[in-house]
């Protein structure tokens, strides 16, 4: 399973640290990426990082957030600088793993609210 965590209340322009772990019987994980959903909206790929190190980010969010993995790749960060309102929304963290093709899952995490106030 993954495990989302460092979601709160915020106001615009503040920062906050989310962070994402991955349980040990997740193999082999590839790439990961964090998700959000904001209320009566689609879940849409905010950051994504791949085993490498390289990153992908949406636009609305270049510059402000920062995605990373931890050094036993398990684990994943998203920093978010200058937040906005419109960032309000609650944060998946997804992991796609395997050590053979017919091992491959994709896991996601429960969630983690941020909301941004004006």
């Known amino acids: 399973q993954l495990v989302e965590s460092g979601g709160g209340l915020v106001q615009a322009g503040g920062s906050l640290r989310l962070s994402c772990v991955a349980s040990?019987?997740?193999?082999?994980?590839?790439?990961m990426g964090w998700y959000r959903q904001a209320p009566g909206k689609e879940r849409e790929l905010v950051a994504s990082i791949t085993s490498r190190g390289r990153t992908n980010y949406a636009d609305s969010v270049k510059g402000r957030l920062t995605i990373s993995r931890g050094d036993d790749r398990n684990a994943m960060y998203l920093q978010m600088n200058n937040l906005k309102p419109e960032d309000t929304a609650v944060y998946y963290c997804?992991?796609?793993?395997?050590?053979?093709?017919?091992?491959?899952?994709?896991?996601w995490g429960k969630g983690t609210l941020v909301t941004v106030s004006s």
């Open positions: 040990a019987d997740i193999l082999c994980i590839s790439d």
């Open positions: 997804n992991s796609k793993s395997g050590c053979t093709v017919e091992a491959y899952r994709s896991d």
